[in-house]
């Protein structure tokens, strides 16, 4: 079947998401508690403040609050790419304050005194308070006074994680989209002080596009729900059994055939390579790094039915149960029977060729190559396979991911491996190289919230949104510690998940508990005062139109 237009594609995917509009998934989301107020009131202390994930330390100050105005000027002091973060950060108050608020270099601000937003770069900021090289890279101050706000990093990736902070602090008004609304009448925050930091490097969403495509305009939207909790790894799930999402020019037929459905046999898409390098651009401009998953040696039908002398599957399973049948696209869920012939040469000019294009079109440093549930090989013939696929990864200048199973090989130094269900994850560890952290009972958004849940899976459990919160990646398995740990991801598998409303269903609220579990220290968290801080986030989602789940252990603003 030729490749859908993009037009037909995202109207398609427009249609798929105003049918969901009416799903019981929005009724659920309907059913919380009732709308908030008609307008928000700012912080009266910043010990009051309700940000997610928890900062450091925050110290309140005494004194007037900073007051957004018509006087409100944004000066950035430093390298030229805080410019495009002081604008990101204008245009949300803009909108709803009705105010210009101008973004200035500090070498064309004007002199004098008030009412300033300062956005610095200094490399030697948190040198004395924070020990870990990585931490500083992202961590931040953020002064509060009467005149002036300032953030201050080692990075510009720090400031835009200090300026995620403040626009929290921020009443939840702000993200209103006309100031006619008047939703935040007084835009200001509290006098004080934060100096906070990330705890682990990695803090990653894996969002699978490979079972149930989503278009470039629904990525961003992930992708701005990801900024505003301080994640910064995009892990795109771009080929499955289901799916292949992503355009190679040398094989293209890969999104010809592999491309044209998804699970449920629907008709499907997939990102050119102009797509694929919008969503880089645009999370580059958030800060976070897309790392792109080609799965292999399993996970593979979509490139064999694309060109069958690649496979040496088991026979294709019927998508109605028992049984199977004939090869080609498939459209069901079952997993472990696709494989690539390792022994044959056309399939590593295959690998060497899909590796060297995504490589070229991926300017972050990081390949994954999946490596999971592969029954057909044996383990001579799957070992073989990811050394192999390492040094093709590596020749093209990325550091190769995978899934645990990769641990079963010889790893290069640097290789990551990421856990999901512990049994073989170790083996990575011992031959020295970190874990992401993504255990299935905890991480896996896929899975539903209780059984009375309408979407998602089951098989790593039920997981509330205390669940999701309340543990600790350092503590998780035997033999692991915090310097074998790079961080954490959250996966939300797509098998059941149709469109971004119910993507935001099962990623909402326990998103931005991940998003804790991964920057705040353990010492600094704790269930009863996460739900309490998560409950004045609301009101926020419903201005910014994210579908949520109420989980009944928060009470909700």
Known sequence: MPALPVKFRRAGALAALCAAMTSPLVAQSQSAPP?????????????AHRVVPVPSSVTAAAGAPFVFSARTVVVTDGPASLVPIGEYFARIVRKSAAIRMPVQRASQAAGGTGNVVVLRVDTSALADVVSSQA?????????ISTDTVRVTARTAAGVFFGLATLRQLLPWGIEAEQSALRLAPNVSVPAGRIVDAPRFAWRGSMLDVARHFFTVDEVKQ?????????????????????????????????????????????????????DY???????????????????MPGHTNAAIAAYPRLGCSRPTPSIYGEGTQPAGVYTGIRVGWSALCPNKAVVWHFVDDVIREIAAMTPGPYLHIGGDEVEVLNHQQYAGFVERAQTIVHKYGKTMVGWEEVGKAKLRRG????????????????QGNQLIMSPGPRTYLDMKYTPATEVGLR?????????????????????????SILGVEAPLWSETVKNLNAA??????????????????????????FRERLAAHAPRWRLLGINFYASPQVEWN
């Open 35 to 47: 709308q908030a107020p008609a307008t928000s009131s700012p912080l009266t202390s910043l010990d």
């Open 459 to 483: 098989w790593a459990g039920y997981i509330e949104l205390r669940t999701a919160y309340d543990w600790d990646p350092a503590s998780y398995a035997p033999g692991l510690s915090e310097p």
């Open 504 to 529: 935001q269903y099962l990623l909402v609220p326990r998103l931005p508990a991940l998003a804790e579990v991964a920057w705040s220290v353990k010492a600094n968290r704790s269930w009863d005062g």
């Open 135 to 143: 931490a500083r890279d992202e961590g931040y101050t953020l002064d």
């Open 415 to 430: 290789s990551i491996a990421q856990l999901w269900r512990s049994d073989t994850a170790l083996l990575a560890v011992k």
């Open 277 to 295: 390098t919008d969503i880089v651009r645009y999370a580059a401009a958030r800060h976070i790094v897309v790392v792109p998953e080609i799965d």
């Open 222 to 274: 992930h992708i701005d729900l990801m900024a505003l909790y301080k994640l910064n790894r995009l892990h795109l799930h771009l080929a499955d059994d289901q799916g292949w999402r992503i355009a190679i020019a040398s094989w293209p037929k890969l999104t010809e055939v592999g491309g044209s459905t998804e699970v449920g046999g629907a008709p499907s898409g997939y990102y050119t390579k102009a």
